[in-house]
């Protein structure tokens, strides 16, 4: 049986397995310099014998760490050797022996032994030895080097053992042709995956987004707005612009500009003008001549090339370039332009406005904008044991907070937002509120009422008044979820917890109003991090753990979780700042693996 292997490295990363005594050293002992000789810069990862020594008793360094030193570096001109004392139970993880490679040094990274993991491997094999092949409980052997005796099955590369160029060539061409393994995310809906909604055993997260999406149809709905009326709208058509961005070629910084080409028959120059910012030289510039430039003002004719003014003398009007060999033909210089081309697009349909992009349509001259019309959304509470904010709280009851963290949610999305406040657990009531609710609003979203309690109406009142599909969503937390149509309005039931409310809302509401509002490509974003410590899941669900990701001091990305996960403590959610997705298809992750985050920064 093997074990799973993920390659941390940028280069490929190949195996040599065989039973003792097959020859594995003795090829390899070959095998390396004749790749060598074909230019292949190799590194090569070794499993040993618990007792080996690299050291020589006597020396200062096996003095030094048999005195106690964990780490012991020692190192010439010609080479260096890092020796580590690191006490495992089992066997080291080949993944983070690889990490101690310089991958920009290397171009492939050689294994003999680790034969257990799921790397891709070379067999070897000797038919005299009598022992049986490797590849028939391993899936990942990529070719047999054998004697002639042995059988290989066609489906494998057979290689000559006593071949040794036969194989340099098969690992070259391996290493030539090696492609890093795609990368998988946690979540993908835009991979239409079969399911029926009403399976009893529930949806995979991914099927569950894809089949809310499906019912989704974009607003069609569209109005005009003047630009500062604008806040976090979507585009309803392209924007093209009228006018090259910048308008004219101008200056990069404050410095002089002059003909590049003259700076071939002489490093001085004769003033013969100044160009602020808003004017322009008319003359056009001839050759030896240059004029002093202000960052944005107009790069007067003939001239092509700036130098800043730090790296410029002037006396008497004739400056000396300094640094001469160092000058970039059209450095500093904004081509008119070469931001945005009179005609292009400069913000496609769809396109959310931010900051960023409003500002562009500002520098594009741009007052009115034609937007979608925003979604409504409508928001209601159930559950006799929720009381109002502000309101004495009831015997055993709760404040009702889930309402107000989807309407925020809401609200930054964009949309317009009706509070329909608490409403009672009875049917008759949610129906009445469902069927009014679905008449002024293109969202409706409730919280709590979607198990399968006696007092949990929500999905009954909505087979009174709409289509129904009623999920169980394979996640932690948030498991129960009702979905379905009022006439043409979407509705989501949400669960009652207040984390699982937010983290269905992430994944479920916000794609769902984001394709509604026009934003028809929009993906959520993953971003990869370092666990901090050990991490556990349940394969066959996503699980999302509340997390605090931080820029370590190795510059990367680190990431360890609140603490406490229960789906009624809101504390941890302000603690956090992202979610860690851990897939259906994962159990555990060690400490110092990588997992995906999703960061808060987009809505909460």
């Known amino acids: ?58 020396k200062d360094s096996f003095e030094m760490r048999k005195a106690g030193a964990r780490q012991v570096l020692v190192a010439s001109h010609v080479r260096w050797a890092l020796m580590t004392e690191d006490l495992v139970e089992d066997d080291p993880q080949l993944q983070h022996l690889l990490r101690q490679i310089e991958a920009d040094k290397v171009d492939i990274v050689l294994v003999e032994g680790f034969k257990k993991l799921a790397l891709p491997k070379i067999e070897l094999h000797r038919a005299a030895h009598n022992k049986p092949l490797i590849h028939i409980h391993d899936d990942n052997i990529v070719a047999i080097a054998c004697c002639d005796e042995t059988k290989v099955p066609s489906s494998l590369t057979r290689l000559d053992l006593n071949n040794v160029a036969q194989i340099a060539d098969f690992v070259q061409n391996y290493q030539q042709t090696w492609q890093p393994a795609a990368v998988q995310l946690p979540i993908n809906s835009s991979e239409q995956q079969a399911a029926t909604p009403n399976d009893q055993h529930g949806l995979s997260v991914s099927q569950g987004i894809a089949n809310v999406l499906a019912q989704v149809v974009p607003i069609n709905r569209n109005e005009s707005l003047n630009l500062i009326d604008v806040d976090n709208r979507v585009l309803a058509h392209d924007i093209i612009s009228t006018v090259n961005v910048p308008q004219q070629t101008n200056s990069a910084m404050d410095g002089y500009a002059f003909i590049f080409q003259d700076l071939k028959k002489s490093q001085s120059f004769k003033v013969v003008g100044e160009v602020l910012a808003g004017h322009h030289y008319s003359a056009t510039l001839q050759a030896g001549e240059a004029v002093r430039i202000m960052t944005g003002a107009t790069v007067p004719q003939g001239a092509d090339t700036i130098q800043a003014r730090e790296l410029v003398t002037e006396q008497d009007s004739i400056i000396t370039i300094l640094e001469p060999g160092q000058v970039v033909e059209g450095q500093h210089v904004r081509l008119a332009g070469e931001d945005i081309a ?26 009115q904008l034609p937007l979608i019309e925003r979604p409504v959304v409508a928001v209601f509470s159930t559950g006799d044991e929720v009381s109002q904010p502000g309101q004495p709280l009831k015997p055993n009851c709760i404040y009702d907070s889930n309402r107000y963290t989807i309407l925020s949610m809401a609200k930054k999305l964009g949309c317009q937002v009706i509070d329909l406040g608490i409403i009672e657990d009875n049917e008759q009531t949610l129906t009445d509120t469902l069927r009014s609710a679905a008449k002024q609003a293109d969202v409706v979203i409730s919280s709590g009422g979607v198990s399968v309690g006696n007092a949990d109406y929500i999905k009954t009142a909505l087979a009174n008044v709409g289509d129904t599909h009623f999920w169980r969503i394979n996640m932690r937390p948030g498991r129960p979820l009702a979905v379905g149509k009022i006439d043409q309005s979407l509705f989501f039931g949400l669960p009652g917890n207040p984390v699982a409310v937010m983290v269905a809302f992430l994944q479920f509401v916000q794609p769902a109003i984001r394709k509604l509002a026009g934003e028809s490509h929009w993906q959520p974003q993953f971003m990869p991090a370092i666990a901090q410590h050990p991490l556990r899941s349940k394969t066959a669900r996503t699980e999302f753990l509340r997390g605090i990701y931080t820029i370590g001091s190795d510059g990367k990305i680190h990431v360890s979780t609140t603490g406490a996960q229960g789906s009624g403590m809101l504390s941890s959610m302000v603690d956090a700042n992202c979610l860690i997705v851990i897939g259906d298809d994962i159990a555990t992750i060690p400490a110092g693996e990588s997992v995906f985050i999703q960061p808060f920064a987009n809505l909460l």
């Not at 310099?33 to 292949?40: A, D, V």
């Not at 009179?342 to 562009?360: F, K, N």
């Open 342 to 367: 009179e005609g292009d697009v400069a913000l496609a349909a769809g396109s959310r406005l931010g900051a960023a992009e409003l500002g562009l349509l500002a520098s594009l001259g741009f007052n």
């Open 1 to 58: 049986m093997t074990t799973l292997f993920t390659n941390p490295l940028p280069i490929p990363v190949l195996g040599f397995c065989a039973y003792s005594g097959t020859g594995k050293t003795t090829l390899l002992k070959q095998l390396i310099p004749l790749l060598n000789q074909r230019g292949l810069r190799l590194a090569v990862i070794k499993h040993a014998h618990h007792n080996f020594d690299v050291d020589i008793p006597g």
